[in-house]
C-alpha cells in the first residue's frame, strides 16, 4: 500500500478543522450549509417503479481500504432484493457517492443525495468523524442514515440505526478477553480522531475498575505512515498487549514497523477493532498471523445464512474476495430497512422509524433484532485470531445477542463519560 501524498494529510488535516466547526456550531443550535437551511423532512422521490437509496462510501483516499467492499456489499444485498421484487413494488436505485476520506466531503454528498437525488435512506461512513460530519445533515432534513460499522458509542440519533457494534458488544468483551487471558498491562495506539480518543478513554476507565494499567497511549493523523517511534515505545513498555484502534492504511505500516521492531503476536498480541479479513489481504498475512480482532461477524462464522451470504459476495466480486463484519453489517441494514419500510407499509422516514422496534433478520452473523429505543441492533461479541491462510477463525463468542447500551448505563465504572 502506498504512503498518502502529503496533499492529502494537509486535506484530512483541514477537514479535521472543518468538522469541529461543524460541531461547534451545531452544538449553539447555528444552522449550518452542509445540514441545510430547513428542518422540514427532504422529499422522498417515489415517482415511477423505483426508490432512490444513497450509498456514501469513501471510495478513495485513506479509508478506500475499508470502504470500497462496504459499498460492494450494499450493492449486493439491493440486487438481491430487486431480483426478489424490490421493497413495496418498487425496485431499489442505488446513487452512489464518494465520501473521498474527507469529512466535509461527506457532508456534502450527504445533502445532495438527500436534497437533490430524494433517496428514501441513506446507507454508509465508516469512521466517526465522517459520521459526525453528516449527523446535522440527516438531522436537520428528517432523513434516514444507516450507519454499518463498529463505534465508540456515547451517541444516539433519532435519524441514524447504528447496525456495527457499539461499545458494550465490541470493546468491553475484548477488554474481558485479554483480562480473562491474564492480559494486564495494556499499551493503546490509535488514530487521531474522535473514535480511537473516546474510545480509550472508555478503555482508561474499564482498566481502572478491572485491576489493569494503562502504560502509554500514543495516536497517529489518520493516514499517517511513519510509526518507527510508537513501535519502539510500545516495544520498550515491555506491555501485555495493545489495544489497536487505527483505521484505513495506517495499520499497513504499523503492523510492519511492529514486526521490524521484533514484536510478534506470541510477544506481545495486538488486538485490533478495526481489521477485518479485507484490511488483513491489504496488510499481509505474513505481519498479522497469530494477531487478535473483535468483532460480531467473520466469514468462518457458521450458519448457513453467512454460507449463502460469502457464496453470493464471491460469486459477484471474486473468489479471492472475503467478506468482512463492516461488510456484512451494512449488508444486513439494506434488509433491515427492507423489512421496516414493508412493515410500516411506507417510505416516510417518521413511519420507518416507529416500525422498526423488534425487527428481526437472520443475518449472516446471525439473528439480529433492532432495539427501536436506541436504533441500535443486538449483536453477538466475537474474538477472532488471523490464521496463516489470512482467515479469521473465532476463539471466543458472548454465547447470544448482546443487547446494545450506547451509553454504557449498566456499567458503574462508566459513569461521567458521556
Known amino acids: 500500500m502506498s504512503s ?4 492529502h494529510r494537509r486535506r484530512l488535516l483541514a477537514g479535521t478543522a472543518a468538522l469541529a466547526a461543524v460541531v461547534a456550531l451545531s452544538a449553539c443550535g447555528a444552522k449550518t450549509d452542509a445540514a441545510g437551511s430547513s428542518d422540514k423532512a427532504a422529499k422522498i422521490d417515489t415517482s415511477g417503479d423505483t426508490v432512490k437509496v444513497g450509498l ?9 481500504i475499508s470502504e470500497v467492499t462496504v459499498r460492494n456489499s450494499l450493492q449486493l444485498a439491493i440486487a438481491e432484493i430487486n431480483a426478489k421484487g424490490g421493497v413495496l413494488g418498487k425496485k431499489i436505485k442505488p446513487i452512489s457517492e464518494d465520501g ?18 430524494g433517496v428514501a435512506a441513506t446507507f454508509g461512513c465508516w ?16 432523513s434516514l442514515l444507516f450507519y454499518p460499522v463498529q463505534y465508540e458509542g456515547l451517541e444516539q440519533s433519532p435519524y441514524i440505526f447504528y447496525t456495527g457494534a457499539t461499545t458494550n458488544q465490541q470493546i468491553i468483551p475484548a477488554l474481558d478477553y485479554l483480562k480473562s487471558q491474564g492480559k494486564k498491562k495494556l499499551y493503546l495506539v490509535g488514530s ?15 482498566a481502572k475498575a478491572n485491576g489493569m494499567t494503562i502504560l502509554g497511549e500514543d495516536y497517529a493523523p489518520l493516514g499517517s505512515t511513519e510509526f518507527s517511534t510508537i513501535a519502539n515505545k510500545v516495544k520498550a513498555s515491555k506491555a501485555d498487549a495493545v489495544f489497536n484502534t487505527l483505521n484505513g492504511d495506517s495499520n499497513v505500516a504499523f503492523f510492519k514497523e511492529y514486526k521490524s521492531a521484533g514484536l510478534s503476536a506470541a510477544t506481545m498480541p495486538v488486538v485490533s477493532v478495526s481489521i477485518a479479513e479485507e484490511e488483513v489481504k491489504s496488510i499481509g498475512t505474513q505481519y498479522l498471523e497469530g494477531q487478535l480482532t473483535a468483532w460480531n461477524y467473520y466469514q468462518t462464522t457458521p450458519g448457513a445464512a453467512n454460507t449463502t451470504f460469502v457464496k453470493a459476495y464471491k460469486a459477484k466480486y471474486g473468489a479471492d474476495k472475503p467478506t468482512s463484519d463492516p461488510m456484512e453489517a ?61 482467515l479469521i477463525e473465532q ?24
Open 100 to 117: 473521498a476520506s474527507d469529512w466535509p466531503t461527506f457532508a456534502e454528498k450527504a445533502t445532495k443525495l438527500i436534497k437533490e437525488d
Open 395 to 418: 476463539v471466543w463468542d458472548s454465547g447470544k445477542p448482546i443487547k446494545p447500551d450506547p451509553f454504557l448505563k449498566g456499567y458503574p465504572w462508566a459513569a461521567g463519560l458521556s
Open 127 to 142: 469512521t466517526s468523524a465522517s459520521r459526525k460530519a453528516v449527523k446535522p445533515v440527516f438531522e436537520k432534513n428528517k
Open 56 to 64: 456514501l462510501n469513501s471510495l478513495s483516499g485513506t479509508m478506500a
Open 330 to 390: 451494512a449488508y444486513t441494514s439494506v434488509y433491515l430497512w427492507k423489512a421496516m419500510v414493508e412493515k410500516a407499509k411506507s417510505f416516510d422516514p417518521e413511519k420507518v422509524k416507529a416500525a422498526s422496534d423488534g425487527i428481526t433478520f437472520d443475518a449472516p452473523e446471525g439473528l439480529v433484532t433492532v432495539d427501536g429505543a436506541s436504533q441500535h441492533i443486538y449483536k453477538t461479541a466475537r474474538i477472532g485470531k488471523v490464521g496463516s491462510d489470512g
Open 4 to 7: 498518502v501524498p502529503s496533499i
Open 192 to 206: 487521531d480522531y474522535v473514535f480511537p480518543r473516546t474510545a480509550n478513554k472508555e478503555i482508561t476507565a474499564y
